[in-house]
């Protein structure tokens, strides 16, 4: 153990996570966890952010070479479409008391944007109960892993709008959606603009 190495901010934070990790007399503990915890928490979002996309990259591939090029969209559709349900049915499971309404999808998305996709920045342009529209900017990592995977262009951008139709239906709302591909840079630098109405 280095008595004079300082530990990163991160790790003391998130130390209830590492409380049962075990070493050996000889390995220096501190050296480990100075060496390979992440040192700041944007270097650890970003790397989470990093594996996620890499997983979904991955996946979609090893689906396109057993099933062919068409289910690489049909699986990166339907994942996304399930994961706007469950994230809509977990947050209206802590938050009960949100309408089932336009502004509480607009709220749904800021979450997920808080909590999964660090990357995007997002830009309000109108907000009611009858309509949202938004831009969302950044970097789609999506985007960025589907290029070094060489699948990105088997794939329907952006790929998350399934994602919000899932948040939809399951709220049952009867909505018009459409998101525009305003910039889709080979750099993966993005702006989409997300336009949500209900139907009259």
């Given at each position: 153990?280095?008595?004079?190495?300082?530990?990163?901010?991160?790790?003391?934070?998130?130390?209830?996570?590492?409380?049962?990790?075990?070493?050996?007399?000889?390995?220096?503990?501190?050296?480990?966890?100075?060496?390979?915890?992440?040192?700041?928490?944007?270097?650890?979002?970003?790397?989470?952010?990093?594996?996620?996309?890499?997983?979904?990259?991955?996946?979609?591939?090893?689906?396109?070479?057993l099933f062919g090029p068409?289910?690489?969209?049909?699986?990166?559709?339907?994942?996304?479409?399930?994961?706007?349900?469950?994230?809509?049915?977990?947050?209206?499971?802590?938050?009960?008391?949100?309408?089932?309404?336009?502004?509480?999808?607009?709220?749904?998305?800021?979450?997920?944007i808080f909590t999964s996709?660090?990357?995007?920045?997002?830009?309000?342009?109108?907000?009611?109960?009858?309509?949202?529209?938004?831009?969302?900017?950044?970097?789609?990592?999506?985007?960025?892993?589907?290029?070094?995977?060489?699948?990105?262009?088997?794939?329907?951008?952006?790929?998350?709008?399934?994602?919000?139709?899932?948040?939809?239906?399951?709220?049952?709302?009867?909505?018009?959606?459409?998101?525009?591909?305003?910039?889709?840079?080979?750099?993966?630098?993005?702006?989409?603009?997300?336009?949500?109405?209900?139907?009259?």
């Amino acid at each position: 153990m280095n008595n004079n190495l300082q530990l990163p901010e991160t790790f003391i934070a998130l130390s209830d996570f590492r409380k049962k990790d075990i070493y050996l007399p000889e390995m220096d503990q501190d050296q480990i966890i100075s060496d390979f915890f992440p040192g700041t928490f944007t270097e650890l979002v970003q790397r989470l952010s990093d594996i996620t996309g890499a997983f979904y990259g991955g996946l979609l591939k090893q689906s396109g070479k057993l099933f062919g090029p068409e289910a690489i969209e049909q699986l990166s559709s339907a994942f996304m479409y399930d994961l706007g349900s469950k994230m809509t049915l977990r947050t209206l499971g802590l938050k009960p008391d949100l309408q089932l309404e336009i502004p509480t999808v607009a709220k749904i998305l800021i979450g997920a944007i808080f909590t999964s996709s660090p990357e995007y920045s997002f830009e309000f342009k109108e907000l009611n109960d009858q309509k949202v529209e938004m831009l969302i900017k950044g970097v789609d990592r999506y985007h960025r892993i589907t290029q070094s995977f060489e699948i990105a262009g088997l794939l329907k951008w952006p790929v998350i709008k399934p994602f919000v139709q899932g948040v939809c239906d399951t709220m049952g709302l009867d909505v018009l959606l459409n998101i525009e591909v305003l910039e889709l840079n080979p750099d993966s630098s993005c702006v989409y603009l997300v336009k949500l109405s209900k139907r009259n």
